[in-house]
C-alpha cells in the first residue's frame, strides 16, 4: 500500500529523472575533462536512490537497503581501525555502472520489434528462439514480455517456450556489452579486456544455444513438429546490429577508451538519431523529453542495486586493506574460479541478485586476481547460468509473474541443462589454464 502510494505522490519523482539524466552526463564529462566532476556524479547518482527508495517494490527494498546499510557498517569498522579510504571513494565504486544503466535505457526508444506468423516447426523455433536471443542483447528484460505475449496460449507457456525465453535472453549475456555484467566485470575486474573474454564466452553462449536446440529436438519431439511461434523478421535485428557494430568499430578506433564509456554513448546517441531521423529533430527532442522526465527514473531498481552492492564491495576492501578480513586465498586460477561460478550460481538460487552477487565477488577479489580473463569468463558465465536457473532471477520472476509458471517446473526444466552447461564451464576454465590463458 505504501509503495502504490509513494509511486504516485511522492514529490521527488518529477526530479529524480532529471537528476539520474544529469548524473550521465557529469560521469561521461568526467571521463574526458575531468576537474572532479565525478565527485557531484556521484552525489547525484546516490541522491536518486534516495529519492526513489519509497517507489521501489516492496520485495526488492529490503535487499537493497541491506546492502546498503550493510556496506557503511563495514565502512564504519574500516574507519575505526584507521583506513583512509574515503567517502568518495566508497560511494563511487559503481558510479560507471550507474552511468551505463542509464544509457542502457535509452535504448527502448528505437526498438519495434517485426515478425511473421506464417512457419512452423524447426523453422519457426529457429528464427524464434535466436531472434529472441539477438533481440533480447539490447532489449534486455522487456525481450520477455514482447516475445512471450506471442508464444504464450491460455495465458501461459510450456516448457518449450520458456527455455526459447529464458535461455535465448540469459545466454546473451555472454557476449553483450548492452547487458550490465560485461561492462560490470571489465571494471571490476583489473586487467579484463573484452578482446580476451570473447574468444571464450562467445563459444560458450553457442554451446549454450546448440544444446538448447538440441534438447527441444529430442525432448519436446511432439511439441518441436508444429511449433509455431514468433518468427523475427531481419528488421527486428538491425538496430542490435548496429549498435554491437558501432561499438565493435569505436573500440578498434579507440583502444585506450573503456568499454563502458563507448556503450554509454553508443546507447544513447544511435537511438536518438534513429527516432530524429524517423520522426524529425523536433520529435526526436519531445521523445528526449519524455524519457528524461518520465522513463529514465524507471531504472531505479537496478541503479539503487548496484550503487548498495558498490558501497558493500567496497566497505568490505576497507576492512581487507586494514587487516580486519583474510581472503581465503593470494591468487586466482580454475580451481579458484570454478569455486566461484559453482558459489555464484548457489547464491543467486536463494534469492540473491545474481548482479550484487558478481558485483561482491569482483570487488573482494580485485586485489588478488591473477587471471583476470579466467575470472572474467567465471563471473559473465556465472551470470547467465544464474538468470536461467535461479526461480528469483528476474528472468524467471517475469516467467512466473506474467504467465503462471510454477517453480517446480521452471526447475526441472533448467536444472539439468544448468548441471551440464556447470560441467562445461568448468572444462573451459580449465582448458584456458592450460593453454597459459592469463
Known sequence: MFTNKAQTYWPGSKISGPILFSMWGLALSDYFIGFNLAAAATVL???????????????????????????MLFSILAWSYGSETTLLELLDEHLKLAMLLTAISFIGLAIKPQASQTSKGLKSYLSTFLGMHFFSSVANFSALPVVGDQV???????????????????????????????????????????????????PLAIT???????????????????YQ???MKMATLHLPIMLISSVLLMTWLFPGTSTVILVSIVAVLIPLLIVSGQKGMAEGGQVLKLQVFERISESRTEISLFLCAGLLAAGVKACIGVGLISLPFTETNAM?????????????????????????????????????TIMGVTYIYATALS???????????ILRARYGCRSKEILRNQLPFTLLMLAVGIGTLFIMQALGVQ
Not at 547518482?45 to 556496506?71: C, D, H, M, S
Not at 549454450?208 to 519431439?221: C, K, N, V
Not at 555464484?344 to 587471471?371: C, E, K, P, R, Y
Not at 536461467?388 to 524467471?396: A, C, E, K, W
Open 387 to 397: 538468470m536461467y536457473t535461479s526461480v528469483f532471477s528476474g528472468t524467471n520472476m
Open 208 to 226: 549454450g544455444l546448440l544444446l538448447t536446440i538440441l534438447e527441444a529436438r529430442f525432448r519436446y519431439q511432439s511439441r518441436f513438429d508444429n
Open 152 to 202: 504464450q496460449r491460455n495465458g501461459t507457456v510450456d516448457r518449450l517456450s520458456q527455455s526459447i525465453l529464458a535461455r535465448g535472453f540469459s545466454l546473451s549475456v555472454l557476449w553483450s556489452p548492452f547487458l550490465s555484467i560485461t561492462p560490470l566485470v571489465l571494471e571490476q575486474v583489473p586487467g579484463a579486456y573484452v578482446t580476451n573474454i570473447y574468444p571464450y564466452s562467445i
Open 229 to 231: 511461434g514468433y518468427p
Open 45 to 71: 547518482g546516490w541522491l536518486f536512490v534516495a529519492i526513489e527508495i519509497p517507489r521501489l517494490k516492496a520485495k526488492q527494498r529490503p535487499l537493497i537497503l541491506a546492502l546498503g546499510i550493510a556496506g
Open 336 to 372: 579458484v574460479a570454478s569455486i566461484c561460478l559453482i558459489a555464484i550460481v548457489m547464491i543467486a538460487s536463494l534469492g540473491i541478485n545474481q548482479l550484487a552477487v558478481v558485483a561482491i565477488f569482483a570487488g573482494l577479489l580485485a586485489d588478488v586476481t591473477t587471471t583476470p
